[in-house]
């Protein structure tokens, strides 16, 4: 998928969830907006897969692990779904992990239980920053949307 083909599957996604947050308001379980918005979705025409099992590989490409995607959406975009508060530090951390563990580019954090719709893109970049010093870090860059709900 071009980033052109990206930037748009997030927007419809963002869209989407705005929408579901609109009508839902906050205070479901997490079950009913992944269920919701994946409803939404596949009406669209999107191929979207929930509790999808990912593979977690270690440097060397050795299997280490799994974790289950909330939603994975036409096997590029994996959607990790909220229904707190507040997204938090540990949540971040959470989707930038099964990126990298999975091989994957881009990424959505959505949350449902706040009042106001929290969404945060992530997007991962094999840059190299620091090659004097020998490090090839993977970089993650979030941009957050806020909505009134």
């Not at 440097?59 to 507040?86: P, R």
């Not at 239980?113 to 004097?132: D, L, P």
Request: aromatic share 12%; with cysteine; charged share 25%.
């Amino acid at each position: 998928m071009n980033t052109d083909q990206i930037i748009a599957l997030c927007d419809q996604v963002q869209e989407t969830a705005y929408a579901v947050h609109e009508y839902h308001g906050n205070g479901y379980l997490e079950k009913v907006y992944e269920n919701a918005l994946s409803h939404r979705l596949r009406k669209t025409g999107l191929d979207v897969k929930q509790q999808h099992r990912l593979l977690i590989y270690d440097e060397d490409g050795t299997e280490i692990g799994e974790y289950y995607a909330d939603l994975f959406i036409e096997d590029e975009l994996i959607v990790e779904l909220k229904a707190c508060k507040t997204i938090t530090a540990e949540h971040q951390a959470q989707l930038i992990h099964y990126l990298k563990g999975a091989g994957k580019e881009h990424g959505l954090l959505i949350n449902f239980g706040s009042y106001k719709f929290e969404i945060k893109k992530f997007a991962k970049s094999k840059k190299t920053v620091s090659q004097a010093a020998g490090l090839i870090p993977v970089l993650f860059f979030a941009i957050s949307a806020f909505f009134r709900g």
